[in-house]
């Protein structure tokens, strides 16, 4: 599991970490927390 490229993901660009949801629907829970 890549939860850190999430995280990495979220600090850059929160678009950025849309496209890693959108990739990995399992991730939502983390991409979709606003």
Known sequence: ???LSVQV???HN???A???SAD???Y???T???
């Open 24 to 26: 990995y629907p399992e």
């Open 1 to 3: 599991m890549n939860m």
């Open 18 to 20: 849309n496209i890693i």
């Open 28 to 30: 939502n829970v983390w």
């Open 9 to 11: 993901a979220m600090d």
């Open 14 to 16: 929160i678009e950025r």
């Open 32 to 34: 979709n927390r606003e």
